[in-house]
C-alpha cells in the first residue's frame, strides 16, 4: 500500500495567491482529516469528511480556506487568498470505518506551505 | 479548554535507557482513545500505540509501553532501551466517543544520545 499521498512536498507562494494542496488518501479507507501544524498552535484539524461528505468544518480559520473531496480517491484543501500567517506544514490523514475501536488515523507526508 | 497536556520540557536520554513522557488529558466521556505518534525530523507522523478507555491491560508495542492511569487521566509513554532513532517529537492525541476529532498535545521533544 503507497500509504497517504500529497502533494506537492513543499510550496512556496506570494502572498494574495491561491494555494491548492493535494491529498490521496489510502484506498478503502472512509475518513479524510485535514490538519495544520505550526509552532504555535501545534497540530489543528481544519476539517474531516466521511465517505466523501464534509461532517465537521470547525476547524477552517476562514472563508478563504475550502477543501472538497469529489470522490473516494482524493481531496483538496485551497487557500484564497493566501496569507503569510498561513505557512504551516498540512498534513492530510485516513481512516478506516471505526468499527467498534478507535483506529489510527495515518498520516501523509505533508505539504510545507511557505507564504511570502 | 485544552484537552491533552504535555508540558515536559526538551529531553536528553542516554541511547539504550529508558524514557517517560508524560501525557495528562481532559475528558468527561466514559468512552475514549488515546494514542501516540511520532514526528522524526524528517516531519511524518507516525502513529506508536493506542489504548482504549475500556482496556484493562496497559498497551504494549515492541519498546513502546503506555502506562495508563484512568483514574489520574494520564497516559504516559514509555519507550524501553532508547536509540537514536528515536531522537523525534513525540505526540499524544484523544478521541472521545462518537467523535472522529484527534486532539493533539502540543508534543515531547526527545533527543538520544549516544
Known amino acids: ?85 498561513d505557512s504551516a506544514v498540512y498534513f492530510c490523514a485516513s481512516s478506516p470505518r471505526l468499527a467498534g475501536g478507535y483506529n489510527e488515523q495515518f498520516f501523509g507526508p505533508g505539504t510545507r506551505l511557505t507564504v511570502l | 479548554a485544552q484537552k491533552i497536556t504535555q508540558t515536559q520540557p526538551g529531553m536528553f536520554v542516554q541511547e539504550k535507557e529508558a524514557v517517560t513522557l508524560d501525557c495528562t488529558y481532559d475528558t468527561s466521556d466514559q468512552s475514549y482513545g488515546l494514542f501516540w505518534y511520532k514526528q522524526p525530523s524528517s516531519g511524518e507522523m507516525i502513529f506508536l500505540i493506542y489504548q482504549g478507555s475500556y482496556d484493562e491491560q496497559n498497551a504494549t508495542e515492541g519498546r513502546y509501553s503506555l502506562n495508563f492511569q484512568k ?44
Open chain 2, 71 to 114: 483514574a489520574r487521566k494520564s497516559a504516559n509513554l514509555v519507550i524501553s532501551a532508547s536509540q537514536l532513532g528515536d531522537s523525534a517529537m513525540y505526540f499524544c492525541a484523544m478521541r472521545e466517543y462518537g467523535n472522529n476529532r484527534l486532539a493533539f498535545g502540543k508534543g515531547n521533544q526527545v533527543v538520544v544520545i549516544p
Open chain 1, 1 to 85: 500500500d503507497a500509504g497517504v499521498i500529497q502533494s506537492p512536498r513543499h510550496e512556496v507562494t506570494e502572498m494574495g495567491q491561491e494555494v491548492t494542496l493535494r491529498c490521496k488518501p489510502i484506498s478503502g479507507h472512509d475518513y479524510l482529516f485535514w490538519y495544520r501544524q505550526t509552532m504555535m498552535r501545534g497540530l489543528e484539524l481544519l476539517i474531516y469528511f466521511n465517505n466523501n461528505v464534509p461532517i465537521d468544518d470547525s476547524g477552517m480559520p476562514e472563508d478563504r480556506f475550502s477543501a472538497k473531496m469529489p470522490n473516494a480517491s482524493f481531496s483538496t484543501l485551497k487557500i484564497q487568498p493566501s496569507e503569510p500567517r
